[in-house]
């Protein structure tokens, strides 16, 4: 079983940063692109950020210049390092990965699979 878990969330004061960690377990054979997305009460889920194989990054406008997304290959993990939050930055925030799982012995092919985390709170109060 493959799956994403992601920590790091919390309470914080306006202006202060919060550091999102999410990492893959299970038998994975590749990762394509990851990214951050995030859900406020009362509104749809939408892109904060996503991080190609290669490290392309791309960012909403309203986190850019504060957040940045990175990922370590080696540990199968994606963070979100968010700075100079704001009381709207509140919000369930989401890891998503597409990946590759490896065949099995009752699939003899590659597949591709889109994963999400069980989601993390953050809470900027102003």
């Known amino acids: 079983q493959v799956e994403l878990v992601e920590s790091g969330g919390g309470l914080v004061q306006a202006g202060g940063s919060l550091r999102l960690s999410c990492a893959a377990s299970?038998?994975?054979?590749?990762?394509?692109?990851m990214g951050w997305y995030r859900q406020a009460p009362g509104k749809q889920r939408e892109v904060v950020a996503t991080?190609?194989?290669?490290?392309?990054?791309n960012y909403a406008d309203s986190v850019k210049g504060r957040f940045t997304i990175s990922r370590d290959n080696a540990r199968n993990t994606v963070y979100l390092q968010m700075n100079d939050l704001k009381p709207e930055d509140t919000a369930v925030y989401y890891c998503n990965a597409q990946i590759m799982v490896p065949p099995t012995p009752t699939r003899n092919t590659y597949r591709r699979l889109e994963l999400w985390g069980q989601g993390t709170l953050a809470t900027v109060s102003s």
């Open positions: 991080i190609t194989s290669g490290g392309s990054t």
């Open positions: 299970g038998r994975i054979f590749s990762f394509n692109t």
